[in-house]
């Protein structure tokens, strides 16, 4: 089972990035999947959320109305439209699976975890 996330880089403030999250080895279309970040010195935290068919989304106050997550369940992929960015938002960002089929925040919920993809956000 491997989570493979792609689509990180180096962006100025203001700009977008689309973080890509593909599954092999099985299906997560039953699985909430989640987004997470962790910058040098902090703790993991969530960052977005879906739920197993697409039909609710959850976002980390600090992200809502600029990041959107999305899903093809037929493709077995999970995406990360992230605009305006920050330099704040500079982390390695990390998709997870849940063992649920909601996604919830805690990084607990999660036993399936890609590598990281490093975002850079410069100002």
């Known amino acids: 089972v491997q989570l493979q996330a792609s689509g990180g880089g180096l962006v100025q403030a203001g700009g977008s990035l689309r973080l890509s999250c593909a599954a092999s080895?099985?299906?997560?279309?039953?699985?909430?999947m989640g987004w997470f970040r962790q910058a040098p010195g902090k703790e993991r935290e969530f960052v977005a959320g879906i739920n197993w068919n697409g039909g609710r989304t959850y976002y980390a106050d600090s992200v809502k109305g600029r990041f959107t997550i999305s899903r093809d369940n037929a493709k077995n992929t999970v995406t990360l439209q992230m605009n305006s960015l920050k330099p704040e938002d500079t982390a390695d960002y990390y998709c997870?699976?849940?063992?649920?089929?909601?996604?919830?925040?805690?990084?607990?919920?999660?036993?399936?975890w890609g590598q990281g993809t490093q975002v850079t956000v410069s100002s």
């Open positions: 997870a699976a849940s063992r649920f089929a909601v996604a919830g925040s805690g990084p607990y919920d999660y036993p399936y």
């Open positions: 080895g099985r299906t997560f279309s039953n699985n909430g």
